[in-house]
């Protein structure tokens, strides 16, 4: 979940091209960026990233009913802001990774849980991360050796999932106003 300007932007050196990269409460790209600090040059990782998803796995057709002008753009912001996770939150390398936390339905933003839910939250990440980790009757647990026998990792360009270029989100020099003449044009 992301509440936009709650957290400060980090800045991290860009290696390659020598400038800056901002990280960012990304949520407008990517509520769930698990692969930004995945390797991008092709080296198998030392560590694995795992994503933490504090809700069910996700539904295959998710439709937005739509009666009028406020939910037809409330369903365009939705599909703005979730299509970059809808793209890969699916993909098998991510779903190996990820450890889905049922959260019955608790919103990020429900601020005032009383503690019975909070015990019943906490409960559910513990039995999630646990199950996850070590395994239970269905499924064998955590094995980073045999996640990267299966999923190699490909050298690309740079992560792209909430990291942004300085230029991008900022601008540069030629960009931003010098003086009060410029802030007019």
Request: aromatic fraction near 12%; proline fraction near 7%.
């Amino acid at each position: 979940m992301s509440i936009p300007y709650y957290f400060v932007p980090a800045r991290l050196p860009d290696h390659i091209d020598g400038g800056t990269t901002w990280l960012v409460d990304g949520g407008m790209l990517s509520n769930f960026p698990v692969d930004v600090f995945d390797r991008t040059d092709g080296t198998d990782p030392r560590w694995p990233t795992f994503g933490i998803k504090l809700s069910g796995r996700p539904r295959d057709n998710r439709l937005n009913e739509v009666r009028g002008l406020v939910t037809l753009s409330k369903a365009m912001v939705t599909t703005m802001t979730g299509f970059y996770d809808r793209m890969h939150i699916d993909r098998a390398d991510v779903v190996e990774r990820t450890i889905f936390v049922d959260t019955f339905g608790v919103k990020a933003t429900d601020f005032d849980l009383s503690p019975e839910t909070a015990e019943k939250l906490y409960d559910s990440g513990r039995l999630a991360a646990t199950t996850f980790l070590d395994g239970d009757n269905e499924h064998p647990g955590w094995d980073f050796p045999e996640y990267k026998k299966r999923f190699p990792r490909p050298a690309t360009e740079f992560a792209t999932a909430g990291a942004v270029r300085e230029s991008t989100l900022i601008g540069t020099k030629s960009y931003l106003p010098t003086s009060r003449e410029d802030m007019a044009a």
